[in-house]
Each structure stands twice: as C-alpha cells, then as structure tokens.
C-alpha cells in the first residue's frame, strides 16, 4: 500500500518542525511506519527527532557522490532513529540546501525530490510520509509537492501574527491554482501554534473557508522539551492535542477544504479598516533634488506636448500681476465665459475684457523677451 503523503507548510519559526516532529513522533506511538521528510535548506527538521543529530542532505551527499561518479544509496541518505518506548523506528530525510547566497533552495527541493524518486521513495513500506515545507519563499520548488501532486493532503501551521497568516493563505491561494491545472493535493486544514487566545487565526480560517485542525497554547514546558531535542507529546496536554489530530488523520475524519484564499484587500481587511485612496505618486524632480514645480507647471508638464514652450509660458503667466494672472487663468486655462468671470470677480464685463487684453500682451512681451 502507498504510503499517506501529508505536506506541512508555515513560515519560518512558527512551529511548523516542532508540529511535524510531534506528529510523526504521535504516528510511531500508533504503531505506523513513520518518515519525516525535511524541505528546508537549514535542514534542521529532523534535529529533534534524532535528539539533536545534524543529518546529512540529500543535496550533499548527492554532490559528493556524484564527483566520484557514484550513485546515491538509500543508505547514504535515509536514516532511522530507534526509541526505547516506541513499537516503531522514525526514519528521517533532509534534503538540505545551497549555503546561503550560494544558490537556490528551490532548485535544492526539486533536485532532492528527483533523487528520492528514482529511488523508490513513493514505493517503500512505509504508512506516512511528513514533509515539513518552509512557506514563506515564492521560489516554485518550494511548491514542489503541490504542482505534481506528490503530497495527498496539505496541511497549514500558523500563530496568530498577520505575517503568519499571510504564508499561510499564499500556501492556501497556490494549492488551489495547482488544483485548476489538473493538482490534487487536499487542503486538511490549519493549525494554531503558540494560540494566545486572541483569535485572529480563527478569524481568518472562518472568512478563508478553512477547517482549524488543532490549537496549541503556548507552553514553556513543550518549548523546554524542543529546545532539548525531547517530543512535547511527553506532556500530556501536548500529547492529547496530537493524538487527537494523528486519529482523526489515519481514519480519514477530516473533510478536505476547498478554500481557495482571500485577495490581498479581503486578507489586510480583517486586520483593520484600509484606505481606499491610490497611493501618491513620487517625482524624479524631487528624487533627484531638483526644483519643485508648482502644481499648474505639473499639470502642464504632464500633459505637454511641446515641452519647454509650455513650462516657458507658465513661468510668463505667473510674473504677471495678481489680477491679471487670475483674469488669463479663468479664460485660457478654466475656460470661463466673460460674462460668468465678471459675476465671478464682481466686475464690468469691459473691464475684464481690459484686464484680459492687458495679460495677453505683457505675456508676449515676457515669453519673446526672455
């Protein structure tokens, strides 16, 4: 029988390799043939699996291997941890990535996975596969398991920060696209990690159509037990929650979601009200500290087509004096009547005409002039 594929996706440092490692550890209790598959480059998934052991990567071990043209073995990259009060072993995998700024992570994933399937991995007597995905990069290897379906189910991991969530309904948004196009990965559901109580998570998976499978308050005592590569499940009220979750996952009680995510302004709008005003443009006149022109010269500018004649005669109009100026504004640029201007300024129509003559030639002589 073909092993359960269940990828587990969060931002980096919310909990998503504490959650993973609690559950497969939970699995193995149950008795299942259990494998935790690391898809970060810090590989350090498995580290508190095997009580504190950097494994070795696939993406190592692959370069090593093939400078000496060597093939690579299960043995070289698949390892198995014994535990005296455990019915089965936990085997783990990391497959590792560049050094940072040496390469990408995601072509790390997709070359690690062509690796596991040549050999076999997808064939191997094992129950449950977990793959602990880092979420929070756009890189399409990351996304490895969904675009090709190699995970059946998906399951979200998540605290109640916006930034969280934020991973957490892009991971939701990009399951559903690779469903369109032919994917079947199923989205279980999301977990709370470190719950505070505040409900924002809650919030969020209510409006997003997604079930929340687990909330896990935050505990000192399970973070103690992380951080000394022990399982939290040692603790009661930890081990309750997982159990929980890993029964209600083996005999398949939870419905899959067919939440498709929020769009950006229906997400940002749980958090807050969000102005609906376009954002103010910025200009290479002042990005490049250069005088500022007034509004009118803007205007005028931005839509000249003759360029330095127009901006020539704006700096004309503005030398004029005040009644004129505002005389030859109203008629040439507002394009008001001679009538409406003179009810405007409380004048004889004669001598707005007067006005308006007088602009008109000081302009020429200015523009000419100059």
């Known amino acids: 029988m073909a092993a359960r ?17 609690n559950l497969s550890a939970t699995f193995a209790l149950m008795n299942k043939r259990v494998l935790q598959l690391g898809c970060d480059p810090k590989h350090d998934s498995t580290t508190s699996l095997f009580g504190g052991i950097s494994l070795p990567t696939v993406t190592d071990l692959f370069a090593e291997k093939n400078a000496r043209n060597e093939p690579v073995t299960i043995s070289d990259i698949v390892f198995r941890r014994d535990i005296a009060d455990f019915p089965q072993p936990i085997y783990g995998i990391e497959l590792g990535g560049p050094q940072v700024g040496r390469g ?32 929070d990069v756009v890189c399409g290897g990351f996304a490895t398991p969904l675009a090709r379906s190699l995970s059946e189910e998906v399951i979200l991991v998540t605290n109640n920060d916006r930034q969280s ?5 892009n991971i939701c948004q990009a399951n559903n696209y690779f469903r369109t196009i032919g994917g079947e990965s ?11 109580g505040s409900g924002v998570a809650e919030r969020y998976a209510e409006a997003a159509g997604i079930t929340v499978l687990m909330k896990v308050p935050y505990n000192a005592d399970a973070r103690d037990k992380d951080d000394s590569f022990d399982f939290a499940i040692r603790l009661p009220e930890i081990r309750d929650k997982f159990q929980k979750l890993a029964q209600d996952i083996v005999e398949e009680r939870i419905t899959p ?23 103010v443009a910025a200009t290479a006149d002042e990005l490049f500290g250069r005088q500022k022109n007034s509004p009118v010269e ?13 901006l020539k005669m704006i700096r004309c109009i503005a030398q004029l004096a005040p009644e004129a100026q505002e005389i030859y504004r109203m008629v040439e640029q507002e394009k ?35």
């Open 5 to 21: 594929t269940i990828a587990i996706y969060g931002k980096g440092g919310i909990g998503k390799s504490f959650t993973t490692t």
């Open 165 to 169: 969530i934020f991973t957490a309904n």
């Open 298 to 310: 803007s205007a005028v500018a931005e839509n000249s087509t003759t360029g330095g004649d127009d």
């Open 336 to 370: 008001r009547a001679i009538s409406e201007i003179a009810e405007l300024t409380h004048r004889e129509e004669s001598a707005v005409r007067e006005l308006l003559g007088t602009a008109r030639r000081e302009l020429a002589r200015l523009f000419f002039e100059n």
């Open 257 to 279: 979601c067919e939440a498709v995510g929020l769009d950006f302004m229906g997400f940002v709008r749980l958090f807050g009200e969000v102005s609906n005003d376009a954002p």
């Open 104 to 135: 990408c992570g995601g072509r790390g994933i997709i070359s690690g996975f062509d690796v596991l399937e040549k050999l076999g991995i997808f064939n191997w007597e094992i129950d449950i596969i977990l793959m602990d995905f880092l979420g």
């Open 186 to 196: 199923r989205l279980l559901g999301l977990i709370i990690n470190r719950d505070d």
